[in-house]
């Protein structure tokens, strides 16, 4: 992802919230909206490629299983493609190999479902964000 890209993602703080679970969906989109955020939505993994790519300046809250792929094929797809998002993985199950690979995939964290840490979560992974937005700035200033 780009400069302009990274800019934009700290700037308008836009998620993709995906998950097959509509209740859960439902939820994690109020919580996010209620705090400010512009949030999109995704039932299934095919419909997170299409709008990442088409929007690749968003966060993804990602479920692990999905209907149609798991979690790990989105991020391997949009990979494929060219496409470098950042995300947030779920699951309902805690896993730690999952977690671990998750992380070298470039996983801002990696959530457990029924725990309320989405806010915590969230923080930590726009200020890495912002972070890598200012390292990407100041080499570009050094050049």
Do not use: W
Request: proline residues 1%.
């Amino acid at each position: 992802m780009d400069e302009v890209a990274h800019r934009n993602m700290a700037a308008n703080k836009r998620v993709l919230v995906v998950d097959d679970d509509e209740g859960l969906r439902n939820l994690i989109a109020r919580r996010l909206r209620k705090a400010g955020f512009e949030v999109s939505l995704a039932v299934n993994g095919a419909a997170a490629v299409e709008l990442a790519l088409v929007d690749p300046g968003q966060l993804l809250v990602l479920d692990q299983k999905l209907v149609d792929m798991t979690g790990r094929e989105v991020i391997r797809q949009l990979t494929d493609q060219g496409c470098k998002v950042h995300f947030v993985m779920m699951t309902g199950q805690g896993d730690e190999r999952l977690a671990v690979e998750m992380m070298k995939l470039g996983a801002a964290d990696y959530l457990v479902k029924g725990l309320d840490l989405l806010p915590a979560t969230r923080e930590r992974a726009f200020r890495a964000i912002e972070t890598e937005t200012r390292l990407l700035q100041a080499e570009k200033e050094l050049q």
